[in-house]
């Protein structure tokens, strides 16, 4: 499109009609797919008659089949049906476990089952996208990231916390009492007066040390070490790693709502924007894997980052509700 449509009106208005007009076709072959599990006659000429009515129709049709029968979609339906002996719902909704998975997919993104115990134990949580500020008893604050569980106890005689899952940002204030006890699966901390930052992922931990220092504990063997101001570490299932100096320009940019890489793999840059983006965000073009990616961008918003890499990769991206692939 050159310069001169950009800035007429009726081009723009016209755009965005067969915008809206696309979008509409695709909702339709979504209900049309559902309907189609087990249609009448009369719906089967029905759907006939939609698909001959528009190229639109038939082109939304193709697409929507591309997301139902692909591999993501097949996965997120296994692991619903799989999960019907603890949920009595399911076992019910049976029959329909293939809409229930697009559902999953392309509408609630990236919630699962699986943690759903362990979230309702956490007094505060975040979703996919967004982050939460609190203030502890004691007058600690903290910065939870997307898609965080976190709780704690305060009070005359204890300061514990815990990090079910994701990541947050502590500023510890100095006190003559106990200091903050905080758990995070295979590490527990143990801090006063201090700022640091705690990742727990896929029962890997990593703590980081903006301010002061904090004195860690691995769970797996009791092994401790004490972290600095300007120190990173890994604990993973089977304890520490060694200790590496941090980037605070880069591993702590999510604090400042920015994400921020230098030279690192697409593949890795994409692992991080699916955990601020409420869908999926699939790569199907094995060669941009390793394309090196430097960049200063804003977190809270994952799309508008994946349009860049398409563009300064010359990638094809397809986007639909909840789902955007790269070609």
């Not at 001169?4 to 909702?27: K, L, Y």
């Not at 894997?289 to 430097?294: C, G, L």
Request: aromatic residues 6%; contains cysteine; neutral net charge.
């Amino acid at each position: 499109m050159t310069d001169i449509h950009r800035t007429q009106p009726t081009a723009q208005d016209g755009e965005t009609a067969t915008r809206r007009t696309a979008d509409q076709a695709m909702d339709q072959a979504l209900d049309w797919l559902i309907l189609l599990e087990n249609p009448s006659p009369e719906q089967t000429r029905q759907f006939h008659d939609w698909l001959n009515a528009s190229p639109l129709h038939s082109a939304a049709f193709d697409k929507a089949q591309a997301i139902w029968n692909g591999p993501q979609v097949v996965r997120c339906a296994q692991n619903l049906d799989t999960q019907k002996t603890k949920l009595s719902l399911l076992s019910r909704l049976r029959p329909h476990w293939r809409p229930l998975a697009t559902a999953a997919v392309l509408i609630l993104g990236l919630f699962s089952f699986s943690n759903l115990p362990l979230r309702l134990q956490a007094d505060h949580l975040t979703v996919v996208g967004e982050r939460q500020r609190l203030q502890l008893e004691d007058g600690s604050k903290v910065l939870l990231n997307t898609n965080s569980a976190f709780s704690s106890s305060i009070d005359e005689r204890q300061r514990v916390a815990r990090l079910y899952q994701g990541e947050a940002f502590f500023e510890i204030p100095a006190s003559r009492g106990q200091p903050l006890e905080l758990d995070a699966g295979p590490v527990r901390a143990s801090v006063r007066d201090t700022a640091f930052a705690v990742r727990y992922l896929d029962g890997v931990a990593q703590v980081r040390v903006q301010r002061g220092d904090v004195d860690l504990r691995a769970t797996h063997d009791d092994a401790r070490v004490r972290l600095s101001a300007g120190e990173s570490i890994r604990i993973g299932p089977n304890g520490f790693d060694r200790p590496a100096k941090l980037d605070l320009d880069k591993d702590l940019a999510w604090v400042q709502g920015r994400l921020v890489f230098e030279n690192c793999p697409l593949n890795q840059v994409l692992a991080e924007l699916r955990r601020y983006y409420p869908g999926w965000i699939v790569n199907n073009n094995e060669r941009l894997a390793d394309v090196a990616v430097t960049g200063n961008y804003r977190l809270d918003q994952p799309l508008d980052v994946v349009r860049s890499l398409a563009h300064i990769t010359s990638a094809r991206l397809q986007e639909f509700p909840a789902l955007v692939i790269l070609n």
